[in-house]
């Protein structure tokens, strides 16, 4: 089952590539890994812990390379989300798109190894399929993309070769400095590393992940390849692919290195408020609407590492359950400034006015990007709002002021939404060049289906929150464990105690 995720977009890809099918194969490919994703979900146990659907099998074995699958609750969630909007992502491409099929199999490949990177519980497995995606996601910028797509390929492409190196050289230091030398993520015992190689190998996993989600200072590639990429390539980079960053964290961050992470939870508390404000004062000096919105992400991976960084299970599941949250809002965005480039034929905020106009504007685009804009800024009876409240909640305790700093950010998330949809959607049409081609029934499928999630989970979390609340937990009390052992040798070896236990001893002699 787990394999099909896999394989079926990988070989569609490769039918596509050779000149079969087209966008129909395209849509039946990627409807059936969403499919089996939900099927997933109905014989998924919550309340197991560890990873349900094992397999594994040897497959270089002289190497310690193995075919080894499973998922848990987290997983589950990304898989599913990858379905999904991979089918947004073909959707919502223009029927006359250049060289479709290199197109579709492109999104399609890109597809197959994010789910086995998500999947994956070997750690080469793993960097294997996390290096497969950057094939497909060049080719979709640089020849898809705007005027400036090389300059951001060639970026990005940079940017992810040297996660690559972080990423590559932390899986290499588990493996040989490890008992057992193993990749096997089950197997692997971090214990047997000493403290430097533990702290330089999380340092390591955090540079790599860190320029993936991306979190500043390595943020700079994503304007770029965000702002140059066509709409749903843009679903793509910032609905998926930052989530191979915040799942690795979680993944191989965190639950690898409990204990480090614990002596490192301060600095990354305040990481995250710092990328939060960052990623939203940067959004307010935008004039570009899909540049204002790839900025808003900054801020709301911030919000992911707040929550991983407290590690309690109220903000742990918080910044799960904001990785999904985050995932639909952005892709329902940039789905709707596609929209407005595509009939407006701008993106300047100088320019654009009055859409909501329901004559001659874009009157559903601009009601429903109003929506989105207020789930990106967390109101109530929105999914955002449910990400976000649990991470500010299981956050507070431990990190008060980072917390009130990143609960500030969501004040000024509403302050560039509100001058996004102030400029845009509000005001007068100009009576002479105000006249945009309507919006089609099949240009309106994806926003309609992003927005019933976006509501749906809001109204109804728990149907979102159940599904890593056991994940989180876990991970928690691995981080509590590790502090408490932590502290336990701490006032063992502490001068006092030293003097207590040879006092005693003296008296007993």
Known sequence: MLSALIVLPILGSLLLFLGLGGRKLAVVLAGIPLAISLFLFT?????????????RWDWIPQIGLSYSLGLDGLALLMVALNGL????????????????????????????????????????????????VLIPIYLLISIWGSPKRDYA???????????????????????????PHTFELAEIRISSLGPAAQTL?????????????PLVPFHTWLPDAYGESSPPVAVLLGGVLSKLG??????????LFPQVWADLSGLLAWWGAIAVLSGALAAIAQKDIKRMVAYSSIGHMGYI???????????????????????????????????????VGTRDLNVLNGLLNPLRGLPTVSALLILGGMASAGIPGLVGFVAEFLIFQGSYQDFPLPTLLSICGT???????????????????????????????????????????????????????????????????????????????????????????????????
């Open 85 to 132: 909007l991979t089918l947004i992502a073909i959707l919502t491409a223009e029927p006359e798109t250049k060289r479709p099929n290199l197109f579709y199999g492109c999104i399609l490949l890109m597809s197959g190894s994010v789910n086995g990177a998500f999947a994956a519980q070997n750690l080469l497995l793993f960097f294997l399929f996390y290096e497969l």
């Open 201 to 213: 190998a999380l340092l390591a996993l955090i540079v790599a992940f860190g320029i993936k989600m």
């Open 305 to 343: 590492l707040l929550g991983m960084a407290a590690a309690t299970p109220i903000s742990l599941t918080g910044a799960m359950v904001q990785m999904v949250s985050h995932g639909l809002i952005l892709a329902l965005l940039f789905d709707l400034v596609g929209l407005v480039e595509r009939k």
């Open 153 to 179: 390929a060639i970026k990005f492409l940079i940017y992810t070769a040297v996660s690559a190196v972080f990423l590559l050289g932390a899986f290499l230091a588990v493996y040989w400095l490890g008992d």
């Open 246 to 255: 915040t799942y690795g964290l979680f993944r191989f961050g965190l639950q």
């Open 411 to 509: 004040g000024l998330t509403a302050v560039y939404f509100v001058i996004l949809l102030n400029r845009t959607c509000f005001g007068k049409l100009d009576n002479r060049t105000a006249y945009y081609p309507r919006v089609q029934g099949w240009e309106r499928i994806p926003g309609f289906l992003l927005t019933a999630l976006i509501v749906w989970f809001g109204i109804q979390p728990m149907n979102l929150v159940k599904w890593p609340q056991t994940l989180a937990f876990t991970l928690s009390t691995q981080v509590a464990q590790a502090q408490t052992l932590v502290i336990a040798e701490a006032e063992h070896s502490s001068p006092s105690s030293l003097l207590q236990g040879s006092l005693m001893d003296n008296a007993s002699s």
């Open 43 to 55: 014989r998924f146990d919550v309340q197991a812990t560890g990873f349900q659907w094992e397999q």
